[in-house]
């Protein structure tokens, strides 16, 4: 039976054409939204996405589906929740739209300072107003902070040095391998700012950390890009920083945006002089699409050929497993499954299992992440097993 695959967002013809070829069944319709997935994607086993929405009604429907792929950096469309409690792979495709969502911070950045959209509208307005538009402080020597030190925040980075700025940084901690809302010194980061730019991933930890409190830390007349995720910032309490403080912002995200690709819009913030507005374009150029078409297609041929998953997002980073299991065998049926009983008769819950051949294909090397340690009397049992090798028990 052929692999299914929908493809609910546009890419590239030539990497459409490049999975035909794989043997696969391939639905491409770009035109749908989030409330069409459901029902087109109830057969599929794969689903690939840039920015419409999988919710868990689509990830619920499916009897079949196995792989999201977001075509992008982030999965804050897709409900990673749902997706877990289905046993459903998300990946994405990290990195690679980083240089263009860079450019296009630089160039807001850019825009904002020489006002770059005022002056052409008031051209095609028939306005000239070289007084006005002639006040302009320049960027040299001037500091910028980069919220967000991941794969775009380093390319805005080196991107903004090469103007001569002074580049501040802050990123998300980590502690053992956890991300931890650490924001702390943002008191003190902020308010050394001309410019602060945001590339942070859409989480709890940064749900409307743009609040009150640290647009009270901004400067006055500075600038703020957010290239990143709309529920970064607080919408309303950056309308009051604008007015209290003359804040200038660049967006290409905001709340409530449309999912259409194309229509009429209405927005609190388009009549507000201080806010310019891109249209979630930051990852749409034609490299950028090519390099994230190109890495959304090897994440599926991998899958079908290996059955192992590139960027693998929703993988539990730790388990609950305190003891480790190592099993060396004799490559046959059935001893794998005679040690599951065992431990199974235990009440014992394996966490996670892996099993590797040693070359020849005469050996193997069985090991498992366990709750509860196995006893004694179970190692003596496993021992009896014809075609064990040793048995070996550990505390992590």
Same mark, same amino acid.
């Given at each position: 039976?052929?692999?299914?695959?929908?493809?609910?967002?546009?890419? $590239?013809?030539?990497?459409?054409?490049?999975?035909?070829?794989?043997?696969?069944?391939?639905?491409?319709?770009?035109?749908?939204?989030?409330?069409?997935? $459901?029902?087109?994607?109830?057969?599929?086993?794969?689903?690939?996405?840039?920015?419409?929405?999988?919710?868990?009604?689509?990830?619920?429907?499916?009897?079949?589906?196995?792989?999201?792929?977001?075509?992008?950096?982030?999965?804050?469309?897709?409900?990673?929740?749902?997706?877990?409690?289905?046993?459903?792979?998300?990946? +994405?495709?990290?990195?690679?739209?980083?240089?263009?969502?860079?450019?296009?911070?630089?160039?807001?950045?850019?825009?904002?300072?020489?006002?770059?959209?005022?002056?052409?509208?008031?051209?095609?307005?028939?306005?000239?107003?070289?007084?006005? &538009?002639?006040?302009?402080?320049?960027?040299?020597?001037?500091?910028?902070?980069?919220?967000? &030190?991941?794969?775009?925040?380093?390319?805005?980075?080196?991107?903004?040095?090469?103007?001569?700025?002074?580049?501040?940084?802050?990123?998300?901690?980590?502690?053992?391998?956890?991300?931890?809302?650490?924001?702390?010194?943002?008191?003190?980061?902020?308010? *050394?700012?001309?410019?602060?730019?945001?590339?942070?991933?859409?989480?709890?930890?940064?749900?409307?950390?743009?609040?009150?409190?640290?647009?009270?830390?901004?400067?006055?007349?500075?600038?703020?890009?957010?290239?990143?995720?709309?529920?970064?910032?607080?919408?309303?309490?950056?309308?009051?920083?604008?007015?209290?403080?003359?804040?200038?912002?660049?967006?290409?995200?905001?709340?409530?945006?449309?999912?259409?690709?194309?229509?009429?819009?209405?927005?609190?913030? *388009?009549?507000?002089?201080?806010? &310019?507005?891109?249209?979630?374009?930051?990852?749409?150029?034609? *490299?950028?699409?090519?390099?994230?078409?190109?890495?959304?297609?090897?994440?599926?041929?991998?899958?079908?050929?290996?059955?192992?998953?590139?960027?693998?997002?929703?993988?539990?980073?730790?388990?609950?497993?305190?003891?480790?299991?190592?099993?060396?065998? &004799?490559?046959? $049926?059935?001893?794998?499954?005679?040690?599951?009983?065992?431990?199974?008769?235990?009440?014992? +819950?394996?966490?996670?299992?892996?099993?590797?051949?040693?070359?020849?294909?005469?050996?193997?090397?069985?090991?498992?992440?366990?709750?509860? $340690?196995?006893?004694?009397?179970?190692?003596?049992?496993? +021992?009896?097993?014809?075609?064990?090798?040793?048995?070996?028990?550990?505390?992590?």
């Amino acid at each position: 039976m052929k692999v299914k695959i929908l493809i609910a967002d546009k890419l $590239p013809e030539q990497y459409i054409e490049e999975l035909k070829n794989l043997n696969v069944d391939v639905e491409y319709n770009p035109k749908l939204g989030e409330n069409d997935l $459901p029902e087109a994607a109830k057969d599929k086993d794969i689903l690939v996405v840039r920015s419409t929405v999988v919710n868990a009604k689509t990830i619920s429907s499916s009897q079949k589906l196995n792989l999201i792929i977001r075509a992008g950096a982030g999965v804050n469309n897709i409900d990673i929740s749902e997706a877990n409690k289905r046993g459903v792979y998300v990946a +994405n495709c990290p990195g690679k739209n980083s240089v263009a969502v860079a450019e296009l911070t630089v160039g807001l950045i850019i825009s904002l300072d020489r006002r770059i959209p005022d002056n052409v509208i008031d051209f095609r307005n028939g306005k000239w107003n070289k007084a006005e &538009y002639s006040k302009a402080k320049g960027l040299k020597g001037r500091t910028i902070g980069v919220i967000g &030190y991941g794969n775009i925040g380093k390319e805005v980075a080196k991107r903004v040095e090469a103007l001569e700025m002074k580049v501040l940084i802050k990123d998300i901690s980590r502690v053992n391998g956890k991300m931890v809302k650490d924001f702390s010194d943002m008191n003190e980061i902020l308010p *050394q700012c001309d410019i602060v730019t945001i590339h942070l991933p859409a989480i709890p930890l940064t749900k409307n950390l743009f609040n009150k409190e640290m647009f009270g830390y901004m400067k006055e007349n500075a600038l703020l890009i957010n290239t990143s995720r709309a529920d970064i910032i607080d919408e309303d309490a950056m309308l009051d920083a604008i007015k209290e403080k003359n804040i200038r912002v660049a967006l290409d995200v905001f709340r409530d945006e449309p999912e259409y690709k194309q229509g009429e819009l209405k927005s609190k913030l *388009q009549e507000n002089p201080n806010i &310019y507005v891109t249209h979630h374009i930051g990852a749409s150029t034609e *490299q950028a699409q090519n390099a994230v078409a190109e890495e959304a297609i090897n994440i599926i041929k991998n899958f079908i050929k290996s059955g192992t998953i590139m960027h693998w997002v929703n993988r539990s980073q730790k388990t609950d497993a305190k003891y480790q299991l190592v099993v060396k065998h &004799y490559d046959k $049926p059935g001893v794998l499954a005679s040690i599951f009983n065992i431990i199974k008769e235990g009440k014992i +819950n394996i966490e996670e299992i892996e099993n590797v051949i040693f070359e020849d294909g005469i050996a193997a090397s069985c090991t498992m992440k366990l709750i509860k $340690p196995v006893t004694d009397d179970m190692i003596k049992k496993m +021992n009896e097993i014809p075609d064990v090798l040793s048995i070996s028990l550990a505390e992590l």
